[in-house]
């Protein structure tokens, strides 16, 4: 099928995505839009015939051998994977979401050379501040529905009318229904860049950003290029961890002499997440699409991959069901297998082969919530030399990685928090 009037990258997308039975074409009108600044509406539509094809794939999966432990110490149990499966083969509803997503005002636009889909839900209170949002790995734009009501509408959910946003919900390049790269180069500082380019072109002269995960990342990158129209970020995965300590943990030598008990106790959660829990990073830092053939053939190796991740990074003692919903995790999951989208996110660490975690050097206003549920827990003191105009500070006592998704209430009251001294300057 001939694509008309299409730029490179969103040709070979919508071929993939057409071929795949993965994706069903785009609007007539999108197809025609000629390649300038425009914003264009988009809606989300799967193909019946690939989620059929998903059911198919779930119900014959080939299982490999029971675990030899009585512990997830060797990853995912068989037990609890395939009762995920039997759910998703049988029950599971993926039109639920897709309404919900549908629901929100959703556009796509290209830049630089790259079509990004994003939400784009304004308040009705005046004054709203924007706020940009970037989603992580394995997440998505999902991580964030929760809050869209509570941060956009607050005399609705326990708020003022003055703590209200603007809300900018983007999917990272490769992630979602945004474009995926077909070369190098789209690392977190092309997707600040980009996130810059979209809150102008959506006419906002002033804004802040927010991210988790890699979004944390990206939020970092806009604050190091500090845009005119930025003004502060809030992270809750802060870039803390100083350069001393770093190379103790590299080198697997013991925690630095004089730090804090707190200091320690970030430490030996650092120690233990890389000697133990990053080998699916690991993996995707060098061999993305190795990985990806696997994730983009087999619904339940994706899950499996995904569901690792959920159950270490919730609060939740391993039992992420405790925080997130079946269906919460499912529509995700789903999320990633209809979009194909396995080894396009994979990529991003390819891109970035960094530690995230290491200290950074930012200079603009900066907030951060620590999350008992993070990779780590950042000190106050680690997170004062790496963000030199802390604004906001704050240790919550529930939540984890996936800060917005399992505590929706809280999180949007930190954003309130975390950006209040920032308003009069929008």
Known sequence: MTLPSLSPTRRSLLSTAAAAGAVSLLPARLLAATEDNAIRPFRIDISEAALVDLRRRVVATRWPDRETVTDQS???????????????????????????????????TEIDGLDIQFAHIRSRHPNALPLIITHGWPGSVLELLKVVGPLTDPTAHGG???DAFHLVLPSMPGYGFSG?????????????RAWAVLMERLGYQHYVSQGGDWGSVVADAMARQAPAGLLGIHVNMPATVPPDVAKAINDGDPAPAGLSEK???????????????????????????????GLSDSPVGLAAWMYDKFAQWTYSGGEPERSLTRDEMLDDITLYW????AISSAQLY?????????????????????????????????????YHKL????????????????EPVLFSAEMRAAFRS????A
């Open 74 to 108: 060797q990853g995912v149990r068989l037990a609890k994977i395939q009762a995920l499966a039997r759910y998703w083969g049988t029950e599971y509803d993926w039109r639920k979401v897709e309404a919900k997503l549908n629901a929100l005002p959703q556009f796509i």
């Open 160 to 162: 003022r009318a003055e």
């Open 180 to 192: 995926k790269p077909q070369s190098t180069g789209w690392g977190p500082a092309r997707i600040a």
């Open 263 to 293: 200091e320690k106790a970030a430490f030996e959660k650092l120690d233990t997440f890389y000697k133990k829990n990053c080998g699916y990073a690991a993996m995707m830092v060098t061999r993305p699409q190795t990985v990806g053939y």
């Open 338 to 341: 209809v979009t194909n989208s």
């Open 350 to 386: 390819w891109e970035n082969n960094a530690n995230n975690f290491n200290a950074v050097d930012i200079s603009i206003p900066a907030a951060v919530t620590v999350f008992p549920g993070e990779i780590y827990q950042a000190p106050r003191s680690w997170v004062e030399r790496s």
């Open 391 to 406: 604004i906001y500070f704050n240790e919550v006592d529930k939540g984890g990685h996936f800060a917005a998704w399992e």
């Open 422 to 425: 920032l308003r009069s300057l």
